[in-house]
T-cell receptor, first 116, second 112 residues
Framework: DTGVSQNPRHKITKRGQNVTFRCDPISEHNRLYWYRQTLGQGPEFLTY????????KSRLLSDRFSAERPKGSFSTLEIQRTEQGDSAMYLC??????????????FGPGTRLTVL | GESVGLHLPTLSVQEGDNSIINCAYS??????FIWYKQESGKGPQFIIDIRSNMDKRQGQRVTVLLNKTVKHLSLQIAATQPGDSAVYFC???????????FGQGTRLTINP
């Protein structure tokens, strides 16, 4: 399978615990995005990387959230001191950026987080 | 602020009929538009995109129409099939901003 993969697919944690999610983009894609989706809503942008550089962060990304893409390939999203309001589907997407402009973002299956 | 919205949250059509899903966007600077299909428990799946220098683009059984004057986007699905049942999202972006701004979604149900 050459699509975007995410692990784990499901995560249940207790409030106050830290969690980390992983995203493996399509191999030749240089851009990687994180979105959050709550039930019945569209995905909301959190942050994106071009190669290993984090170029934009949403105001939704509080200081408890941190994302990395150390080698410009896979990325991790960590949430510290989880709160019940963090319960959501966390989606990763990747795209191939070319000088011609925006290109299609391919989404992974998501990691569903439930904070008890 | 920037927002992308949908006129109807749910839409039911008979199998074989055509369906039209509408979307309104508010950011006049947006120049890239995209439709995604999302089935339960899965990530959004690309359907079709269009850039602001076009007003119509066709794919396999799908057509996207863009009216920049009234900031309106629509997705037409021809000869709907049971597999078309899903939630459909429109999203827009500005070339320099990269992030997609999604609407709330429309749930399309295909009745046999």
């Amino acid at each position: 399978d050459t699509g975007v993969s995410q692990n784990p697919r499901h995560k249940i944690t207790k409030r106050g615990q830290n969690v980390t999610f992983r995203c493996d983009p399509i191999s030749e894609h240089n851009r990687l995005y994180w979105y959050r989706q709550t039930l019945g809503q569209g995905p909301e942008f959190l942050t994106y990387f071009q190669n290993e550089a984090q170029l934009e962060k949403s105001r939704l990304l509080s200081d408890r959230f941190s994302a990395e893409r150390p080698k410009g390939s896979f990325s991790t999203l960590e949430i510290q001191r989880t709160e019940q309001g963090d319960s959501a589907m966390y989606l990763c997407a990747s795209s191939l950026h070319e000088t011609s402009g925006l290109n299609e973002q391919f989404f992974g299956p998501g990691t569903r987080l439930t904070v008890l | 602020g920037e927002s992308v919205g949908l006129h109807l949250p749910t839409l039911s059509v008979q199998e074989g009929d055509n369906s039209i899903i509408n979307c309104a966007y508010s950011n006049s600077a947006s120049d890239y538009f995209i439709w995604y299909k999302q089935e339960s428990g899965k990530g959004p799946q690309f359907i079709i995109d269009i850039r602001s220098n076009m007003d119509k683009r066709q794919g396999q059984r799908v057509t996207v129409l863009l009216n920049k004057t009234v900031k309106h986007l629509s997705l037409q699905i021809a000869a709907t099939q049971p597999g078309d049942s899903a939630v459909y999202f429109c999203a827009d972006a500005v070339q320099g901003a990269q992030k997609l701004v999604f609407g709330q979604g429309t749930r399309l149900t295909i009745n046999p």
